[in-house]
């Protein structure tokens, strides 16, 4: 239980506990239940109003500032001593900062938290823990071994169930059964503090919930998510028929996709959970649309991960950013989790010339990516690989890694095809689309869909009733593809990637 593991913490003198999270009155509750159990008494103070009641939160204190609070409790110290010659009781005490983050950058506020941390540590007659409740994670360094973190937990499905029922049950509505299993799935990774208020504004909509606040719903988790800065959920709009080309991997996100929709049945039968797929390539040539769609087609929520957003000034707080976006993910799950341009996340791998916390970020998440076993499905996306290790590319990290040329023959008529049908099919009806294939010939699909695009907009400003080959074959003729621009780099990535055993997206097209 999560009482018993701060328990454990306290009884094992960790002197600073630090509580991250923006639902207080959960951690509040944990640290009064254990006060009430072990009878300690519980100070509290904040920045706004220094001492304050912890039971009521009204002001206790004449407004004294943090730094006179920890004075007070150094002088404990010596009371307690006191009392202890006297062979009195020393009485055991908690001391709760609230949002001091500005004030853990104050050496003297620094030092005295050093003395009181060390006194509970050697001195047999002095109990003080003083916890930090903040929504950030601030570990000056000088007491980075003074502090130990706490992280709530955020509730398991049975538990979010409980919070939406007793929800429907206070405010009488009923929600009905085949909406809740979507609704319990829609909020998992959120704190009981995020979900009551995501309930309580979906029930403002219209006065119950129900289908219609599904969507809803959605953007209000997006914000939450957001606002931790580790992950970003994605709005997925695209599907499998927004996507040419590439059948290889199309077939196998196909089959994994069978897989995670049946993933009880699978695992009875004997099949592992799919770890994740590395899409490696060129530019343009749908890596990025490959991780949408993949969380169409598997019917889950698409979180993209930025690991440059992990980032911190602090010892040790780039790693449990990581830590704590690897566990988010993991309380989202079933999701995927993308990661895009990967290998300028961690630059510099491949020659040891990565920065001392890149390395320790890395090995962090290859350890995560090799020992997971839940249902986060990681889609990695690279332009190149020459800056990765080996040991990120072999077998037992992702389940397969594929590489995206730029589109072959066959590849760019149905790339074509679907740009012109996307826009109308009625002013496109006469395109020569195997004559415009022919034609773009080391072209991206990012530079097909360019061609369509100003080809439209050209015929629209001249007011043209249809799109004509012709218009499309003078713009072709005007671009300079990517396998202009990029020649060296497309070049050299080619010769690379042909000394890898990496899977090709395609078929290979005779008629190319």
Not at 212 to 232: C, T
Request: hydrophobic fraction near 40%; charge should be negative; aromatic fraction near 8%.
């Amino acid at each position: 239980m999560v009482i018993q593991k701060l328990n454990s913490y306290i009884q094992s003198l960790c002197s600073i506990i630090l509580m991250p999270s923006i639902d207080f009155r959960q951690n509040e509750n944990l640290i009064r239940e254990i006060a009430k159990n072990d009878g300690r008494e519980v100070f509290e103070y904040n920045e706004a109003l220094g001492q304050i009641d912890f039971d009521n939160k009204s002001p206790n204190g004449g407004g004294l500032p943090v730094e006179n609070a920890l004075l007070e409790f150094l002088i404990q110290k010596d009371d307690q001593a006191r009392l202890a010659s006297a062979n009195s009781e020393p009485k055991p005490m908690f001391l709760v900062l609230k949002n001091a983050d500005d004030e853990l950058e104050n050496p003297k506020i620094i030092a005295m938290l050093d003395r009181i941390a060390s006194a509970n540590i050697y001195d047999d007659d002095y109990y003080i823990t003083v916890f930090l409740l903040s929504t950030q994670r601030t570990i000056p360094a000088k007491l980075e071994h003074h502090i130990t973190i706490f992280e709530t937990p955020v509730p398991k499905e049975k538990e979010i169930k409980d919070i939406i029922q007793k929800f429907a049950d206070d405010y009488g509505i009923t929600i009905k059964d085949e909406f809740f299993d979507k609704l319990t799935l829609n909020l998992k990774g959120l704190t009981k503090f995020e979900i009551d208020r995501i309930l309580a504004l979906a029930y403002q909509q219209n006065g119950e919930i129900n289908g219609d606040d599904n969507e809803f719903i959605i953007s209000q988790k997006s914000q939450f998510v957001k606002k931790s800065g580790m992950l970003e959920i994605i709005e997925v709009k695209e599907t499998m028929a927004n996507l040419g080309g590439l059948s290889v991997l199309k077939k196998w996100l196909k089959d994994k996709a069978h897989i995670i929709r049946n993933l009880d049945k699978a695992r009875k039968y004997g099949v592992d959970i799919p770890k994740g797929v590395m899409i490696v390539g060129m530019p343009g040539c749908g890596k990025s649309l490959s991780a949408k769609i993949t969380a169409d087609l598997f019917g889950i929520p698409l979180v993209r991960l930025d690991v440059g957003r992990l980032l911190g000034k602090y010892i040790g707080e780039s790693e449990a950013n990581m830590q704590r976006a690897l566990r988010l993910s993991e309380e989202i799950n079933p999701c995927v989790l993308w990661i895009d341009e990967i290998e300028k996340a961690f630059a510099g791998m491949s020659n040891g010339n990565g920065h001392e916390v890149t390395v320790r970020l890395f090995g962090q998440f290859l350890t995560w990516l090799q020992e997971k076993s839940n249902s986060v499905f990681v889609v990695a996306t690279a332009n190149d690989l020459s800056g990765m290790p080996p040991e990120f590319l072999r077998k037992g990290r992702f389940d397969e890694i594929f590489f995206v040329d730029l589109p072959n023959f066959t590849e760019r008529k149905e790339i074509l095809k679907l740009h012109l049908e996307r826009r109308s099919k009625t002013k496109t009806a006469n395109i020569d689309v195997f004559k415009l294939a022919k034609l773009t010939d080391g072209f991206s699909g990012a530079d097909l869909e360019s061609v369509i695009k100003e080809s439209f907009e050209e015929s629209f400003i001249q007011d043209r009733e249809h799109i004509s080959t012709e218009n499309i074959t003078k713009k072709i003729k005007e671009t300079k593809s990517i396998s202009v621009t990029l020649k060296d780099k497309i070049d050299s990535l080619k010769e690379r990637i042909s000394k890898m055993d990496i899977k090709k997206a395609s078929i290979d097209d005779k008629q190319d």
